[in-house]
């Protein structure tokens, strides 16, 4: 059975790696975006919380574990992330540097970078909890950072990447699973339904003020299974920690109302092409179906018990680490690994490619 199972992994990352290649010949035959911009929270945040005073931070070990040089650069897994491997596979560069906290390049300006901050959601009480960076926030970064390449290559150059780039959305989880579930100040104000029109409101809102600012091909990420997290399973999934089908289902109303209202806006923005890219569905059959990926665990992350660990407290200090995190889907018990992202980006890749080039 041991043999059989390695041979199915192999076959697997084979294929991973051969969808991700012809990904990349595909966008060969058609101009290459020249550059990919990040919002979001952790799940596409490469470093940002390193340079400002939070506790949503992860630039220690065991956090990139199998990243380059092990280095733990801040973000939130044991290696690349949906940013990185998004840019990989568009054939802008490999890794999508943070916008603060280190001396970019020009190339490094010019060819895209995140602002995305771990913590931080599309409701602004979001990113106030943990001092995030909010997202309209990184907007204002933008816009700086709009200027530099202005600077690096002059106006007219600069508009023709900033309407030519793509930029990628991710955040909600931490509003659902944080701000109103985990703490009681939305549910004073709101009932789940109205909260939930709140946020999309407010991812809205973003998009339109994004696209206003020159960005056109706009690609704005699902909330994740949260009942299914670990963290969430831990929290309450009761004594056997099973997917919380509340908080499922809070994510699924979500999803469903941020994709009417991204189809909306790609409907009535003048030469917008902006993406819903559902991720709840394939992360929830890697959850559900481990096996089937070549997973041993989805229940608990790699560091620690896996159950309750994220951030500070998954560290080198005062954790164990599983020795080999591809067999898990989570990194810890928030963030997947990097081996389950790149199963995603795979699945976006086959489901979205002509969308998102």
Not at 104 to 114: D, R, W
Not at 146 to 172: F, H, P, Q, R, S
Not at 187 to 201: C, G, Q, W
Not at 331 to 354: F, K
Request: charged share 20%; net charge positive; glycine share 6%.
């Amino acid at each position: 059975m041991d043999s059989m199972r390695a041979a199915f992994i192999t076959f697997l990352h084979v294929a991973i790696l051969s969808s991700l290649a012809c990904a990349k010949g595909n966008n060969r035959t058609s101009p290459r975006p020249p550059a990919i911009v990040v919002f979001g929270d952790s799940i596409v945040d490469p470093g940002n919380n390193n340079a400002i005073l939070t506790t949503v931070k992860c630039n220690f070990p065991p956090y990139g574990k199998d990243f380059v040089h092990q280095q733990a650069t801040g973000r939130f897994s044991n290696g690349k992330i949906p940013s990185d491997l998004m840019a990989s596979v568009l054939g802008i560069k490999e890794y999508v540097p943070a916008y603060l906290g280190t001396k970019l390049s020009a190339q490094e300006l010019i060819t895209g970078v995140s602002f995305a901050s771990g913590g931080c959601g599309f409701d602004p009480l979001t990113a106030d909890l943990v001092s995030a960076i909010s997202m309209e926030d990184q907007l204002n970064l933008f816009k700086e950072y709009k200027e530099k390449v202005k600077a690096i290559v002059g106006e007219e150059k600069a508009a023709e990447i900033t309407n030519n780039a793509v930029y990628l959305v991710a955040t909600g989880t931490d509003d659902l699973a944080n701000t109103y579930f985990t703490t009681p100040f939305r549910r004073l104000e709101f009932d789940l339904p109205s909260y939930i029109n709140f946020t999309v409101k407010s991812a809205s809102s973003f998009v339109q003020k994004l696209y206003h600012l020159g960005a056109r091909k706009i690609s704005v990420v699902s909330a994740p299974p949260i009942g299914c997290l670990p963290s969430q399973r831990t929290l309450a999934g009761g004594i056997e920690r099973i997917c919380n089908p509340t908080y499922n289902q809070a994510a699924v109303a979500f999803n469903s109302r941020l994709s009417n209202e991204m189809q909306k806006l790609n409907n009535t923005l003048p030469r917008a092409r902006i993406l819903y890219v559902d991720l709840y569905t394939p992360l929830l059959d890697i959850i559900l179906h481990p096996l089937k990926y070549g997973f041993v665990e989805s229940k608990r992350g790699c560091c620690g018990s896996g159950t309750f660990e994220v951030t500070l407290t998954c560290n080198s200090l005062t954790t164990l680490v599983c020795e080999d995190a591809s067999k898990y889907v989570f990194w810890d018990s928030y963030h997947p690994t990097e081996r389950a992202y790149r199963i995603l980006i795979s699945n976006v890749v086959q489901r979205y490619g002509a969308f998102i080039n």
